[in-house]
C-alpha cells in the first residue's frame, strides 16, 4: 500500500496547485501531492451523490465487513506508522496510538451497521406507524493536522457504516496520514468507487464543503475560530454542522493529591505531541499548600524530557507542525513572561523543537493561560480552596475536557459537576480518547459530544417517520 500515490476515489484528478509534502523534523520533502479546489469539490459532491444510494442499499454484513477489514488494515500497516512520525512529526507511541485508535473506531463502526434502526410507535390510525434512521447522503468532513488519523476516521468510519458516502477534506499538512491513508486503505478493504473521496484542501476548498447544497452535514474538528466561520455559514445554507473546536483545559490538584503521582499526569497532559492537542491541560490549577513544590516538581519534569528528530531519535517530544505555529507559541510565552508570569523551565527552541515550558504565577492577564496555545506550554495557577479553584475553571469560555486529581474521587465527582465540561477525568489529565466513548466540548469548545456510540447515528442519520395503512385513508372532503 503506497500511501503518496493511492488514489483519492476521485473521478477525475484534482486541478488546484501542487503542494509539497514536508516533514517538520528536517524540512525536507517527502512528496507532493495536489490540492482540490471548488471545482474538485462540486464534483466530488456530485460523484458521491450518485454512489451514495448503492452503498446505502448493500446489506448491512457488507458494509460491517469493509469496515471490520479496513481496521485489519489499519492495525497491520507500518508504512502508515512512519508517515505519523514523519508527516506529523508523532513521537512512535503517538503514532502507535492513533493506529490503534483508528482501527477500534473501524471495528466500532461495522457494529453500527447492524444496529436496530428505529421504534414501532403507538398510533391512533389503523395503520403501523414507526420511525427509522437513514443516511444523512454525502457528509463532508474537514480534519485538521494535530491528530490526522484519529481526528479523521472518528467522522469517516461511522459515515461510512451507517449508509453515507463521504467528502474528506485533510490539512495539506498532513495530507498523506490524515487523507491519502484512509483512501488507500478503504480501497483495499473493498469499499465500492466514488463513497470516499479524499480532497487535500485549504480554505477554498472547506468553503466549498460547506456550501455544496449536495452535503447536508459537515463534520468539522479545527480551531475555534475556523469552527465559528464554518458554523455560521453552514447555518446560512441550513445544514447540521458538528464542530469539535478548541480549549484551554483545567487540571485541579486538590490539597490531597499525591504528588509523586500527580507530576506524571501534568506533565503528559501538556507536552503530548508537544501540546498540539484540543485536549492538553491549559491551565494547571494547584491548591496554595501544593503549589511551590508542584512547580518546582513540574519544571524539573520539564527539564528532564528530550526533545528532538522522532524518526532518527528516542524523545519524548518532537517538532511543533511549521513556523507559524512556532510562532504563535513563542510569541504567547513572551507575551506571559513580560507581562509577569515566571519561566519556570524552557521558553525556549532549536528550529520547531520547542522545549516543554512551565510558567509559575500565571493569573487573568497571562496570555498563555487565558488562550489556546497548542504548545507544550504549562501555566500554573494557585487557589485557597474549592470554591475558587471552580471559579477559575469555569471562567474560561472553553468547555472541552477537565482533569481533578484528589484522594477522594467522590469529593472530584462533586467538584465536576459544578464545572461545565464535555469530558471529565479523576485522577487523570486531560488527555484521552476511546472510540467507544462520546467525544465534543461545550462553549467555545464546539457544539456538544458528536462522535461514539449513539452520538454518531444522531450525527450522520436523520430520523424519518413513517405509516403504512392497508387501505386508502378516506377523509371529509
Same mark, same amino acid.
Given at each position: 500500500?503506497?500511501?503518496?500515490?493511492?488514489?483519492?476515489?476521485?473521478?477525475?484528478?484534482?486541478?488546484?496547485?501542487?503542494?509539497?509534502?514536508?516533514?517538520?523534523?528536517?524540512?525536507?520533502?517527502?512528496?507532493?501531492?495536489?490540492?482540490?479546489?471548488?471545482?474538485?469539490?462540486?464534483?466530488?459532491?456530485?460523484?458521491?451523490?450518485?454512489?451514495?444510494?448503492?452503498?446505502?442499499?448493500?446489506?448491512?454484513?457488507?458494509?460491517?465487513?469493509?469496515?471490520?477489514?479496513?481496521?485489519?488494515? !489499519?492495525?497491520?500497516?507500518?508504512?502508515?506508522?512512519?508517515?505519523?512520525?514523519?508527516?506529523?512529526?508523532? &513521537?512512535? $507511541?503517538?503514532?502507535?496510538?492513533?493506529?490503534?485508535? +483508528?482501527?477500534?473506531?473501524?471495528?466500532?463502526?461495522?457494529?453500527?451497521?447492524?444496529? =436496530?434502526?428505529?421504534?414501532? /410507535?403507538?398510533?391512533?390510525?389503523?395503520?403501523?406507524?414507526?420511525?427509522?434512521?437513514? *443516511?444523512?447522503?454525502?457528509?463532508?468532513?474537514?480534519? =485538521?493536522?494535530?491528530?490526522?488519523?484519529?481526528?479523521?476516521?472518528?467522522?469517516?468510519?461511522?459515515? %461510512?457504516?451507517?449508509?453515507?458516502?463521504?467528502?474528506?477534506?485533510?490539512? *495539506?499538512?498532513?495530507?498523506?496520514?490524515?487523507?491519502?491513508?484512509?483512501?488507500?486503505?478503504?480501497?483495499?478493504?473493498? /469499499?465500492?468507487?466514488?463513497?470516499?473521496?479524499?480532497?487535500?484542501?485549504? =480554505?477554498?476548498?472547506?468553503?466549498?464543503?460547506?456550501?455544496? *447544497?449536495? #452535503? =447536508?452535514?459537515?463534520?468539522?474538528?479545527?480551531?475555534?475560530?475556523?469552527?465559528?466561520?464554518? $458554523?455560521?455559514?453552514?447555518?446560512?445554507?441550513?445544514?447540521?454542522?458538528?464542530?469539535?473546536? $478548541?480549549?484551554?483545559?483545567?487540571?485541579?490538584?486538590?490539597?490531597?493529591?499525591?504528588?509523586?503521582?500527580?507530576?506524571?499526569?501534568? +506533565?503528559?497532559?501538556?507536552?503530548?505531541?508537544?501540546?498540539?492537542?484540543?485536549?492538553t491541560a491549559g491551565r494547571h490549577l494547584v491548591h496554595a499548600s501544593l503549589y511551590d513544590e508542584y512547580v518546582d516538581r513540574l519544571a524539573a519534569r520539564a527539564d528532564s524530557l528530550a526533545v528532538g528528530d522522532p524518526h532518527r531519535e528516542q524523545?519524548? %517530544?518532537?517538532?511543533? #507542525?511549521?513556523?507559524?505555529?512556532?510562532?504563535?507559541?513563542?510569541?504567547?510565552?513572551?507575551?506571559?513572561?513580560?507581562?509577569?508570569?515566571?519561566?519556570?523551565?524552557?521558553?525556549?527552541?532549536?528550529?520547531?523543537?520547542?522545549?516543554?515550558?512551565?510558567?509559575?504565577? +500565571?493569573?487573568?492577564?497571562?496570555?498563555?493561560?487565558?488562550?489556546?496555545?497548542?504548545?507544550?506550554?504549562?501555566?500554573?495557577?494557585?487557589?485557597?480552596?474549592?470554591?475558587?479553584?471552580?471559579?477559575?475553571?469555569?471562567?474560561? *469560555?472553553?468547555?472541552?475536557?477537565?482533569? &481533578?486529581?484528589?484522594?477522594?474521587?467522590?469529593?472530584?465527582?462533586?467538584?465536576?459537576?459544578?464545572?461545565?465540561?464535555?469530558?471529565?477525568? &479523576?485522577?487523570?489529565?486531560?488527555?484521552?480518547?476511546?472510540?467507544?466513548?462520546?467525544?465534543?466540548?461545550?462553549?467555545?469548545?464546539?457544539?456538544?459530544?458528536?462522535?461514539?456510540?449513539?452520538?454518531?447515528?444522531?450525527? !450522520?442519520?436523520?430520523?424519518?417517520?413513517?405509516?403504512?395503512?392497508?387501505?386508502?385513508?378516506?377523509?371529509? !372532503?
Amino acid at each position: 500500500m503506497t500511501l503518496l500515490d493511492s488514489t483519492t476515489r476521485h473521478s477525475r484528478p484534482l486541478t488546484g496547485p501542487e503542494y509539497t509534502v514536508t516533514e517538520p523534523a528536517t524540512g525536507d520533502a517527502l512528496g507532493t501531492v495536489r490540492l482540490a479546489t471548488a471545482e474538485d469539490v462540486e464534483a466530488a459532491a456530485e460523484a458521491a451523490r450518485a454512489a451514495q444510494s448503492a452503498w446505502a442499499k448493500a446489506p448491512h454484513f457488507v458494509r460491517a465487513g469493509v469496515l471490520r477489514k479496513a481496521g485489519d488494515l !489499519f492495525a497491520a500497516h507500518a508504512e502508515l506508522r512512519e508517515w505519523l512520525v514523519r508527516e506529523a512529526g508523532s &513521537i512512535p $507511541g503517538k503514532a502507535d496510538f492513533e493506529l490503534h485508535v +483508528a482501527a477500534q473506531e473501524c471495528y466500532e463502526a461495522a457494529a453500527l451497521a447492524s444496529r =436496530p434502526a428505529g421504534q414501532v /410507535l403507538p398510533t391512533e390510525e389503523p395503520r403501523l406507524s414507526y420511525t427509522r434512521r437513514v *443516511p444523512v447522503g454525502v457528509v463532508g468532513v474537514i480534519a =485538521p493536522f494535530n491528530a490526522p488519523l484519529i481526528l479523521s476516521i472518528r467522522s469517516v468510519a461511522p459515515a %461510512l457504516a451507517l449508509g453515507n458516502a463521504v467528502v474528506l477534506k485533510p490539512d *495539506p499538512r498532513t495530507a498523506v496520514c490524515g487523507g491519502l491513508a484512509l483512501a488507500a486503505v478503504f480501497a483495499e478493504a473493498g /469499499l465500492p468507487e466514488g463513497v470516499l473521496h479524499v480532497l487535500p484542501g485549504g =480554505p477554498e476548498a472547506g468553503q466549498a464543503l460547506v456550501a455544496d *447544497p449536495r #452535503i =447536508p452535514v459537515i463534520s468539522f474538528t479545527g480551531s475555534t475560530v475556523a469552527g465559528r466561520a464554518v $458554523g455560521e455559514a453552514a447555518g446560512r445554507h441550513l445544514k447540521r454542522a458538528h464542530l469539535e473546536l $478548541g480549549g484551554n483545559s483545567a487540571l485541579i490538584v486538590l490539597e490531597d493529591a499525591d504528588l509523586d503521582a500527580v507530576v506524571s499526569t501534568a +506533565a503528559w497532559g501538556s507536552f503530548f505531541h508537544q501540546g498540539q492537542v484540543c485536549m492538553t491541560a491549559g491551565r494547571h490549577l494547584v491548591h496554595a499548600s501544593l503549589y511551590d513544590e508542584y512547580v518546582d516538581r513540574l519544571a524539573a519534569r520539564a527539564d528532564s524530557l528530550a526533545v528532538g528528530d522522532p524518526h532518527r531519535e528516542q524523545v519524548h %517530544l518532537g517538532p511543533l #507542525i511549521d513556523r507559524t505555529q512556532l510562532g504563535k507559541v513563542h510569541g504567547l510565552v513572551e507575551a506571559s513572561t513580560a507581562g509577569g508570569a515566571k519561566l519556570a523551565a524552557g521558553g525556549t527552541h532549536d528550529r520547531l523543537f520547542y522545549r516543554p515550558t512551565v510558567l509559575a504565577d +500565571a493569573d487573568d492577564l497571562t496570555p498563555a493561560y487565558t488562550e489556546e496555545v497548542f504548545g507544550p506550554v504549562a501555566p500554573v495557577r494557585s487557589f485557597a480552596d474549592p470554591d475558587e479553584a471552580v471559579d477559575l475553571a469555569t471562567a474560561s *469560555p472553553y468547555g472541552l475536557s477537565l482533569g &481533578i486529581v484528589t484522594a477522594d474521587p467522590a469529593r472530584g465527582l462533586d467538584l465536576a459537576d459544578r464545572i461545565p465540561t464535555g469530558i471529565v477525568h &479523576i485522577n487523570d489529565q486531560t488527555v484521552n480518547d476511546e472510540a467507544v466513548a462520546p467525544f465534543g466540548g461545550v462553549g467555545t469548545s464546539g457544539t456538544g459530544s458528536r462522535v461514539g456510540g449513539d452520538a454518531n447515528l444522531e450525527a !450522520f442519520t436523520d430520523l424519518r417517520w413513517t405509516t403504512v395503512r392497508g387501505d386508502v385513508a378516506r377523509y371529509p !372532503f
